[in-house]
Nanobody, 129 residues
Framework: QVQLVESGGGLVQAGGSLRLACTASGRTASGRTFSTYTMAWFRQAPGKEREFVAVITRSGDMTYYADSVKGRFTISRDNAKNTVYLQINSLKPEDTSVYYC?????????????????WGQGTQVTVSS
């Protein structure tokens, strides 16, 4: 059973930075572990749909970002630590959301939440103006 646990959220002033982390444990029923998952970050603000933020390939050699976060957010992963990170810089009040990490067992890089097989519980990021 795969579990994802996010950490690193908090209250920060506009213009500040945070580093979110998501650590995976366990394995799938077929025995797959973290290094074989495509990993992504999504976020969801109150009253809004969950939206794509960033995704990274299994090896970490390719990344894609939502236009709204390009140049400010950086996704990375450390397969030795079973962890994916989201460095968030130049935070804006509109970045306030619950941030979720997600794991996909496929080989594509989906920007839609539906294909993702496993989700964390989320970590709150609140940006004050």
């Amino acid at each position: 059973q795969v579990q994802l646990v996010e950490s690193g959220g908090g209250l920060v002033q506009a213009g500040g930075s945070l580093r979110l982390a998501c650590t995976a444990s366990g394995r799938t029923a077929s025995g797959r572990t973290f290094s074989t998952y495509t990993m992504a970050w999504f976020r969801q603000a109150p009253g809004k749909e969950r939206e794509f933020v960033a995704v990274i390939t299994r090896s970490g050699d390719m990344t894609y970002y939502a236009d709204s976060v390009k140049g400010r957010f950086t996704i990375s992963r450390d397969n030795a630590k079973n962890t994916v990170y989201l460095q968030i810089n130049s935070l804006k009040p509109e970045d306030t959301s619950v941030y979720y990490c997600a794991a996909d067992l496929g080989v594509t890089l989906p920007r839609d939440p539906a294909p993702y097989n496993y989700w964390g519980q989320g970590t709150q990021v609140t940006v004050s103006s």
